[in-house]
């Protein structure tokens, strides 16, 4: 199984090289291997995204998608293998550590361990089913989860998902995401030479970097599109029109795998029209602007439009805030408490902030010393890595999240910083100076990774532990923070759950496995923080229980689902604590929202007719 | 074969060597942080310190010595450079920082000395 795993991961990215490299040719884009196949994830999303607003999206559409890139890729490799020089034995050395660290990778991602019992059981791998089961992107109108990832991510890990479950889908982030990544690092690290000790240190770099970069929302599928936009400014500048399109079909994809990623490719941008202005004259840079983004809104159009349709917003929270309960004002904490003292505190609440602004100030020093059109591209690089860390208090404050938003970061900062150490001598001219540069980003960029003290317990390693050895206690002995939950088990309870409603029904559920349900069989809507996102006029979770049901009736909901053997694994301690935390904005809301669904389900149980109750999970019926 | 040239020599050799200077760096900084119980940073820092070390031993056995000597130099500088970055954070901040901070200390401080380089090259051009 787990060779059938990984073999389907290679194969998924031969198939992302035939997309990527059929356009570069096309293009006459002179990409490396690993850059047609981040071109590649980016058409695929593309491609993806558009299967799933037609409601085509399904596994046999994807794997004779897939299988139509294998034949590409397979055609390309042939061709570059002909074209091109075997690789020499220094680039072989080179590449030796990114051969190994790529299969420990994948060994880790084929089965995954760590799910949270919030974020990852009742919304992502839900979200990813219904994807796979129904065929149609974004469907959602209870959870919010969609809501700014725009559901990207889960065109690449419905591939995963159907074919071998939930248990495979990190094999997208962590399997794909990962390889891109090492294989992006790699190829600039064989073209210049580095040789066995700076091959392994940049592994060790990149992957101490993004150790704990999970569960399910994307991390390594960012960081890779946005690595590439970033080795192209410190080598390619001034850019190619060929390049504004790929650009426009990357920025597409990052805004859909997550929509924060406006900033990082805002500043990105802006930095490149100035050194294309400089170049071209205005009028041209003009135009390689207006054709970037023409592709780039024609690519991400039916995540927006799917966005539109059920969160009642293109792209939260900048064009709108959706169908969110009134109370919630518009945005997690509203703008009414978007005060300075607020932004200060939770621009400083993030640990790896004066490491990020003392880097780009360094490398900002160093573009300075550059020629004009290639000093802009330095600093616009340090720009967006200013940008990025102070972009924080934005998503805390729109978006809530629970780790002051640092989670919304890494992957642009992760890009950033590993792109300046891959080029280093480009950065710095590559003399002595250069040494000291790469030496001290050595020591400087894992620092910047989300939990910087290195003697913490590793989800990472845990994950690899059971990638490894498939067993459970010897992942827990190595992380366990609060329960985790097997993904396989549940499978029957649900399944008899679901019996007992009418096929073709809408069902809420609030039950401990949600991603069990079948998706196909009745409209499933899950609730990961209620009242975050709901049909309008928004659901009235503080108002009577009449109010509830007859707003629930109206949003086509006949049936409602609750585990409360468990309290759909949320413990009632869990809860009181984190409605505390002034701190995490979005954790204290959700856990209070839960509280009150919860009160109301318990409620409405003693109301409605039970048609199903095996003594841990019930099922209502509201249609009486 | 002269062995102070730079020239390189086998791969296997130095791939080990530098290997033991991964685990002899990592080991001391775990037993220095778990055992000994030494602030996390001072266990890091003799972590890298015992790292660098071997990899200038790894250098050596690879490219001789004046490779193993431009690892040990560059290694001195950024010692003396993050000294130097933890000294100026420890008057402004009355805060002792992390390795990562002092690193970052030093990227500023190269990167102002390279640009006064490079200004200082062009004025008297």
New interface residues.
Partial sequence: VILLRLGAALLVLLSLFGFGETLSRRLALSSTPFQSATIGLCLFLAGGGFLGVAGLYGTVAVSVLIGAGVLLGLFHVFRRLVEQPAIGRSEAITALPFLVAGILVLLTAQHGFWFVQGDDMQGYLPLIKKLVQTGVLGSSSFSEKDFFDLGGASVLQGVFVGWFGVSAVNLADLGIGGLLLLGLIGERAAVRRYGLVGAAILVWVALALNEDARPVSPVLLIEAPCLMLVLWMWEDMPLRPAHFIVWGVVAAALIALKSTAIVFLGVLSIGVFCANCLAHGPGKALKHAVMAAVVALCCVAPYLYASVKYAGTPLYPLLGTGFQAKELGDGMLGRGQATWNNLAHFVLANQQLEIVLLVAAGMALFALGRAKILAIGGIAIAAALVAVALEIPWATFAIGDSDHGVRYALPFYAALLLGSMVDWRIVTGGRLWGWLFAAALVVAIPYCARDPDFSHPSLARSDFVYGLTGSREKALAVFHPFPIFPLEEGGEAVARLQQAAKPGTGMLVVVDRPYQMDFARNRIETVDCPGRVSPPPGMPLYGSDAQMVSYLRASGIRYLAFSYGDNANYTPALMQMRMKQADHPWSAYCSKAMVAMQGFLRRARTRAPVVYDDGQTFLIDLSS | MKRDHGEQKG?VV??LL?GVA?AAGYVV?RVA??RIHLH?DVA?ALG?AVFVCG?AV??FA?GGARAGGFVLA??A??VA??GLGWLAHLYWFRAV???????????????????A???TRRVRS
Avoid: K, Q
């Avoid at chain 2, 920082?97 to 640009?115: K, M, N, Q």
């Fill in positions: 791969v130095p791939a530098f991964v900084w942080a778990h996390n890091v890298l990899a790894s250098a690879g560059v290694a500088l950024v450079l993050m920082d992390s390795p990562g901070l002092t690193a970052s200390w030093t990227i500023v401080g190269v990167g102002a000395l390279s640009l380089e490079r200004l």
